[in-house]
DNA sequence: GTCTATAAATTGATAGAC
DNA sequence: GTCTATCAATTTATAGAC
């Protein structure tokens, strides 16, 4: 029975190391073969699982979209306030702190590189879709919390330009501590904002 | 007399033609051959000029840093306050607009990508020196608005994050509307920022 | 200094045996 | 389903005539 399921695997595999591939070096510079060593598959048989490079790179954005609303709805089911679930949301670059100053925010860094395909290239929709999932679900707890609708579109796309500006800046200086006391002056603003009396746009 | 001439504006188109490919297509993406097209220059002959394409993708950078002290030191010219100064900072990306929400901003996603070369690349350290100059000119503006030191290190990054994340998020969305309503709110934060009576850190 | 032709290397993708 | 061998296209870089 190894054979039906090792073709799942391998297919995962594939997603995996291509993920991590395309974080470390970026979509143009890693090749399939790169890819299909790493997953410890020949190269050829990449082409069984995916027809195209662009379609493996879909494949991982959609892996991320999942993984990003999985953690997204953790958050939810562990904080019922959201101002605890956006605080998740800032914090969580430090749970991968190595990882985003060698390299980046895994998602910003793709999203940004697939979108010099062009705007109307099928790579450049989909990573756009990863940058909306953090900014929509953003938005649904400024809402939560009492937020309008504008404000709390705008208020969503503040935090998330924040700290996608603060990861760009702390992994091109390579600064942990950068990072991490960048993050935390993020989080205050978020608690002042989310204190201040229902702002109302107009103060 | 021509001659003479002639070969240093070659190379300055050159850089032109690359400068402006760099930003729409990126560095990966972006051929000697497409450069030279654009350059109107026989593809063997951009070598005369740069012996790799490491090195014209430097001359571009070289080109951004003179052309980014350049427009920093004319804001300085301009105005006396340092809120006015960074005003500008804040309101520089309206002025080519369509350029940034259709490609980025032209230091930060080159920035971004050229990290993917690795850390100890020449390009990323030419490419990490961009985003340095944003952030030492607006400290240098905070300092002499009257901040202290380790807070006006982390005002400026907090502005460039916050400049950086809204390009990035107004390109992938492709909207001017969502470029100049955040950059309004930046503005309004920078405003609040500088009017309250000299922050002391420990609020 | 300028330009044409081409070398050399890389890489996405395919053919076809097993 | 799996894997080897290879094609075909692209692209950096060079050789060498003018």
Redesign the pocket.
């Known amino acids: 029975m190894p054979?039906?399921y090792?073709?799942?695997e391998?297919?995962t595999e594939l997603v995996r190391a291509a993920s991590g591939l395309l974080h470390e070096q970026g979509f143009?510079?890693?090749?399939?073969?790169?890819?299909a060593a790493r997953a410890e598959?020949?190269?050829?048989?990449?082409?069984?699982?995916?027809?195209?490079?662009?379609?493996?790179a879909e494949a991982v954005i959609t892996a991320h979209e999942t993984g990003l609303r999985e953690l997204f709805a953790s958050w939810v089911a562990a904080h019922r306030e959201p101002r605890q679930r956006l605080r998740c949301l800032v914090r969580a670059p430090l749970d991968s702190a190595d990882h985003v100053v060698q390299f980046g925010c895994p998602h910003g860094s793709l999203c940004q590189e697939l979108e010099k395909l062009g705007a109307d290239a099928p790579l450049a929709k989909a990573g756009a879709r990863l940058l909306a999932v953090y900014i929509e679900w953003s938005e649904d707890q400024f809402r939560a919390h009492g937020c309008g609708k504008r404000e709390s579109r705008a208020l969503a796309t503040d935090l998330v330009a924040a700290v996608q500006g603060t990861m760009l800046i702390a992994h091109t200086m390579r600064s942990h501590e950068l990072l991490t006391q960048q993050l935390r002056r993020v989080e205050r603003w978020l608690d002042e904002t989310l204190s201040s009396p229902r702002p109302r746009s107009r103060s």
């Open positions: 054979g039906a090792e073709s799942i391998k297919r143009q510079r890693t090749t399939l073969a790169h890819v598959v020949p190269l050829g048989n990449v082409y069984y699982y995916f027809k195209t490079k662009d379609a493996l």
